[in-house]
C-alpha cells in the first residue's frame, strides 16, 4: 500500500515523513526544500507500507515539475491514500490545493499541522467542524514537538475515505465538465484540467479548447481563470466557518528590521561575515587541541617506537589520515553545519532572498537563488539539487557556475586550515572576497550570454521561528556522520596510498613531472599541486595530501605565507568535487558539466598564476 | 524630410505641451530626440513652411491645428501599441516603447482600431470579477506622464512633471505600505497562473507589507507574505479600499 504526503511547501511534510518512517530527509524552513520524490517504509500492526515524501506545490494545475509529478502520480492512480497535510495558520490558501487534491476521490486524511503556532497568530481552528464539512477525517498535530504525529498512521489506516466536499464551480463549467466526460471515458479531475488546457490526449484538448473558448467569450474570462476564482471563494467560505479569530497578541515584528533595505542589508552582511569569522575561531581553536593532542600523544610516541620503514610510513600515513579528518576537518565541518541549519530553520534565508532580489537579478538570476547559493556554503551537492526551485533553463545554467564556485564547508576547512591558521584570518576572509567578485562578474558576463527567459521571483516567506536546539544539532549531525562514514575511511585510505606511493618513488616522478609547471606557473612547490588533484575526490582531501606530502601538519615551516594562501585559493576555485560533477551531470547533463569543469579548473590556474605573476 | 521623421518631430512637441506645459524650443526638442541642434532648426523650419507649428519671437514653438491633429493621431498610435506590446504580449516597457515608436508610423488606422478592440477585451476578460475594463486606464490614466514612461526616446532624462500616481488604480509598484489593497487585475500573462494560485486574484483584499526602493515587494495575500520580483508586482493592478 502505497501512501502520499500532499501539501504546500513549508508546511511540515518532510518532518511528518520522518516521524512516520524514522529516515532523516532534508527539513527546513524555506519553500522547496524537497524537490524530487522521496520514499520510505514503515511496518504498522505488521503490514509494510510505502510512504512517499512528495515536493510542495500551490495546485495541481501547473507547469513546474514539482505540480507535474504530483499530479501524474495522482493521475495514475499511483497512491492508495493520500494524507492532506494542511498549514492549520495558513488555512485558506491550503485548502485551496485541497479542493484540488479531493477531487481524484482517493481515501484522504487531513493532517491540520503547526498547531502549536495557532494559539500565536490569534486563531483557533475547529477541527470537527471541519471534517463534518469536507467529510473525512482531520487531526490536528504539531509536528516539531511530535504532539499528534503518533495519530496519523493509526487514524489513515482506520478511517480515511474519500471527501464529500466538492466545489460548486460556475454553471457553465459543470456544463462543460460533463460534456467533457461524456465525450471522453476520463474522470472529472482529468476533465476540468482539459478544460484548463492541460493533458495528454489531444482530440480531447481540441474539443476541451471549443468549450473553453466559448466560456471565456460570454464570460470575459478563462475557464482556469473561473475555476481558481471558485476554488478560492469556496476555500474562504470553508476557512470562515471553522476558524475563530481571537485578540492577536501585539508583539515586535522582527520583518521590521530584516526586510528593509537599511537596516537589513546590514544585517544580512553581519550575518554572513559573523558566520565565516565565528566558524574561524571556534574551529582553529578545536584545531589547535585536536592537533596537539595527536602530536604529542600519538605521532610523538610512534615515531620514537623505531619501527622498520615501510610500517613507519604506513602507521604515519593512517596517523595524518585521522589527524586531517579529525583535527582539522571535523571542528570546521560541525560548527559550519550549525549555523548553516540555524539559518535553515529560522527562516531568514527567505528574508535574504527578497533583500539579495535585485543584486541578483543583475547577474539573470532572481532572489530565490539566493538559497541554493547559501546553501553551497554547507555542501554543493544538495545546493546543486536544489537549483531545481529555479523556474528556466538559462537560471539553472548561471546557477550551475554560481553555486559550484561558492566555498562549501570542504573548501571552508581548506581556507580556515592553511590561510586563516598559518597566514591569518583577514586574509582568509579575504578568498571570500575574492571568490565573491569572481561569482558576480562570472554571473554578469553568463547572463549576458545565455539565451533564454528570465523569470521574476515569486516566493512565499517563511514564517520566522527560533530554530529548535535539538533539531539543529540532529540535522548538523546528519551531515557530520555522513563525513564521518564516507569521508575519513577515504581519508584514511588514500593516505595510506599515498604514503605507499610515496614510499616506492610514485609521487616523486609524478611530482618531478609536474614541478616545473607547478614552480614556474604557480609558484608553489610541485608536491603542492600534486596534492591539489587529490581535491577532484572530495576537497577536504586536499589538505589531507598535502600534509602527508609535506610530511607535517605545520605547513608553514615548508611553505611561504603567498605559498600557502595561492594554493589555497586554487584549490578553492579549482574543479568541483566529484559527487557535486556526478549530481551536476544528473540535473543538467553533460555539456553543462563539461563546461562548469573546465571553466572553474581555467580559472583555478589564471587566478594562481595571476597571483605568483604579482607576489614572484 | 520623411513622413515618420515629420510624426516623431510633432508627437515630440505634444508630448512636450502635455507633460512639462512650458515654452518649447528647438534645443529642447534636439535633446529630447538626441539629434544635432542644426538639424533640428532646419528641419522644423521645413515644418513650419508646411503649417505644422509656429514660432513666437522668444523662439518657443506650438503646434497648429493641422500638426496637432497629426501628433495626436501617432501618439495615441503609440499608446495602443506599446499597451499591446507590453500589457498584453508581456515586453518590457521600454522595449515595448522603442518598438512602438517605430510601428506607429507604419501602421495603418484599420490595423490600430482592431489592435485596441482587441486589448479592450482583454482588458474586460483581466477583470473577470468586475466589469470595468483596464484598457481604459491602460491607455488613459497608465500613461499619465508621457515623459517618465519614456514614450519617447531620449526623453527620459526629463524630470517628470506632477506626480505619476493615478486617481483609479495603479500597480504595486506605486501603492502605499500597510493600507489595504483590492486587486484589480493583473496584466503581465506569464506569472498569472502562480499568483492566481497564491490568491492574488481581483476582488481579494491585500495589504503591501513593504516595498524596497527597486520596487520589490512583500505583499500579503491571505495571511500569507509574499515576496515578488518588481517586474511581477508591476503587473498586479491594485486601488485603494
Ligand atoms: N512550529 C511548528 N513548526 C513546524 C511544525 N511542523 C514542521 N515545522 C517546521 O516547518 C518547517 C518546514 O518543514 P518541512 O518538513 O521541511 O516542510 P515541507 O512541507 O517538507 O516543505 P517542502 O519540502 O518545502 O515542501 C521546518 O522548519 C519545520 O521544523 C509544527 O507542527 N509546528
Ligand atoms: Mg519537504
Request: aromatic content about 6%.
Amino acid at each position: 500500500m502505497k501512501i502520499g504526503l500532499i501539501g504546500n511547501p513549508n508546511v511540515g511534510k518532510s518532518l511528518i515523513f520522518n516521524q512516520l518512517t524514522g529516515l532523516g530527509v532534508e527539513v527546513s524552513n524555506y519553500p522547496g526544500t524537497t524537490v524530487g520524490l522521496e520514499t520510505g517504509h514503515v511496518c504498522y500492526q505488521r503490514e509494510k507500507f510505502e510512504i512517499c515524501d512528495l515536493p510542495g506545490i500551490y495546485s495541481l494545475d501547473g507547469d513546474s515539475d514539482e505540480e507535474k509529478l504530483v499530479n501524474g502520480m495522482l493521475e495514475r492512480h499511483e497512491l492508495d491514500l493520500v494524507i492532506a497535510i494542511l498549514d492549520a495558520v495558513h488555512l485558506e490558501r491550503n485548502l485551496y490545493l485541497f479542493f484540488q487534491v479531493a477531487e481524484y476521490g482517493l481515501p484522504l486524511l487531513v493532517v491540520l499541522n503547526m498547531a502549536d503556532e495557532t494559539e500565536k497568530s490569534g486563531i483557533s481552528v475547529d477541527s470537527q467542524e471541519l471534517s463534518k464539512i469536507l467529510g473525512c477525517p482531520v487531526i490536528m498535530t504539531a509536528a516539531i514537538h511530535g504532539r499528534g504525529t503518533g495519530q496519523i498512521l493509526p487514524s489513515a489506516l482506520s478511517s480515511a475515505c474519500p471527501a464529500i466536499v466538492k466545489v460548486a464551480y460556475d454553471h457553465h463549467i459543470e456544463a462543460a465538465v460533463r460534456s467533457i466526460m461524456g465525450n471522453f471515458p476520463v474522470s472529472r479531475p482529468v476533465a476540468i484540467l482539459s478544460l484548463e488546457g492541460i493533458g495528454a490526449d489531444q482530440e480531447m484538448l481540441d474539443s476541451s479548447v471549443a468549450i473553453a473558448n466559448e466560456i471565456e467569450n460570454r464570460h470575459k474570462m478563462s475557464p482556469r481563470q473561473i475555476i481558481s476564482a471558485n476554488r478560492h471563494h469556496f476555500a474562504e467560505q470553508v476557512a470562515g466557518r471553522v476558524i475563530t479569530d481571537r485578540q492577536k497578541k501585539p508583539g515586535f515584528d522582527l520583518d521590521r528590521l530584516l526586510t528593509k533595505g537599511i537596516p537589513g542589508i546590514p544585517i544580512m552582511a553581519v550575518i554572513l561575515i559573523g558566520i565565516l569569522l565565528v566558524v574561524f575561531t571556534i574551529g582553529s581553536w578545536l584545531e589547535g587541541i585536536i592537533v596537539f593532542f595527536f602530536a604529542s600523544y600519538l605521532v610523538a610516541p610512534l615515531l620514537s617506537l623505531g619501527l622498520p620503514p615501510l610500517l613507519q610510513q604506513l602507521s604515519i600515513s593512517v596517523l595524518l589520515g585521522l589527524q586531517a579528518g579529525i583535527g582539522i576537518a571535523f571542528p570546521f565541518i560541525f560548527t559550519f553545519y550549525i549555523f548553516i541549519s540555524i539559518l535553515e530553520d529560522s527562516g531568514y534565508l527567505t528574508r535574504a532572498a527578497f533583500l539579495a532580489d535585485q543584486a541578483m537579478h543583475r547577474v539573470g538570476l532572481h532572489g530565490q537563488a539566493i538559497i541554493p547559493m547559501i546553501l553551497g556554503f554547507g555542501c554543493t551537492v544538495p545546493a546543486v539539487m536544489s537549483i531545481r526551485l529555479l523556474a528556466s533553463r538559462r537560471e539553472r545554467f548561471i546557477a550551475s557556475f554560481l553555486v559550484t564556485m561558492i566555498p562549501c564547508s570542504a573548501r571552508t576547512v581548506i581556507i580556515a586550515g592553511v590561510v586563516a591558521t598559518f597566514v591569518g584570518i583577514w586574509w582568509a576572509l579575504s578568498i571570500y572576497l575574492i571568490v565573491f567578485i569572481l561569482v558576480v562578474l562570472t554571473g554578469l558576463f553568463l547572463s549576458r550570454i545565455t539565451p533564454g527567459e528570465q523569470f521574476g521571483m515569486i516566493m512565499e516567506m517563511a514564517p520566522l521561528r527560533a530554530p529548535q536546539v535539538v533539531n539543529v544539532v540532529k540535522k548538523s549531525w546528519r551531515k557530520i556522520s555522513e563525513f564521518l562514514t564516507i569521508a575519513m575511511p577515504l581519508l584514511i585510505i588514500s593516505s595510506v596510498i599515498l604514503g605507499l606511493l610515496q614510499y616506492y618513488g610514485v609521487i616523486l616522478a609524478f611530482t618531478n613531472f609536474i614541478e616545473p609547471f607547478s614552480t614556474m606557473v604557480l609558484g608553489i612547490p610541485a608536491y603542492a599541486t600534486t596534492a591539489l588533484m587529490f581535491g577532484i575526490l572530495r576537497k577536504e582531501m586536499a589538505l589531507g595530501a598535502l600534509v602527508v606530502l609535506a610530511g607535517t601538519p605545520a605547513l608553514n615551516t615548508v611553505m611561504t605565507n603567498v605559498q600557502l594562501y595561492t594554493w589555497a585559493i586554487i584549490s578553492v576555485l579549482f574543479v568541483p568535487c566529484i559527487s557535486t560533477i556526478a549530481v551536476l551531470y544528473r540535473q543538467m547533463g553533460l555539456k553543462t558539466v563539461v563546461l562548469v569543469t573546465t571553466y572553474t579548473v581555467i580559472l583555478g590556474i589564471v587566478i594562481g598564476a595571476g597571483i605568483h605573476l604579482a607576489f614572484p | 524630410m520623411e513622413s515618420s521623421e515629420r510624426e516623431d518631430y510633432l508627437e515630440a512637441v505634444l508630448v512636450r505641451s502635455l507633460a512639462v506645459q512650458a515654452h518649447t524650443s528647438a534645443k529642447d526638442l534636439a535633446a529630447d530626440l538626441s539629434i544635432g541642434e542644426e538639424t533640428v532648426s532646419a528641419d522644423l523650419k521645413s515644418l513650419e513652411e508646411q503649417g505644422d507649428l509656429v514660432f513666437d519671437e522668444t523662439g518657443a514653438l506650438s503646434l497648429t491645428v493641422q500638426g496637432r491633429t497629426i501628433a495626436e493621431r501617432v501618439l495615441k498610435k503609440h499608446r495602443v501599441l506599446q499597451c499591446f506590446l507590453g500589457e498584453i504580449l508581456g515586453m518590457e516597457d521600454h522595449a515595448a516603447s522603442d518598438e512602438a515608436c517605430v510601428l506607429e508610423h507604419s501602421i495603418s488606422d484599420t490595423a490600430i482600431n482592431r489592435i485596441g478592440n482587441y486589448v479592450k477585451s482583454a482588458g474586460h476578460r483581466r477583470n473577470w470579477h468586475r466589469g470595468n475594463t483596464s484598457y481604459n486606464r491602460l491607455i488613459n490614466n497608465n500613461i499619465p506622464n508621457p515623459v517618465a514612461s519614456g514614450l519617447v526616446p531620449g526623453m527620459n532624462k526629463i524630470p517628470p512633471a506632477g506626480t505619476s500616481s493615478t486617481p483609479l488604480g495603479s500597480t504595486l509598484t506605486d501603492a502605499m505600505e500597510s493600507v489595504p489593497l483590492a486587486v484589480i487585475g493583473i496584466t503581465g500573462g506569464e506569472y498569472l497562473h502562480r499568483l492566481i494560485d497564491l490568491g492574488v486574484i481581483p476582488g481579494e483584499v491585500v495589504i503591501l507589507k513593504r516595498r524596497l526602493h527597486n520596487n520589490a515587494v512583500v505583499l500579503q495575500v491571505k495571511e500569507c507574505d509574499i515576496a515578488l520580483s518588481p517586474e511581477i508586482a508591476g503587473t498586479i493592478l491594485v486601488e485603494k479600499m
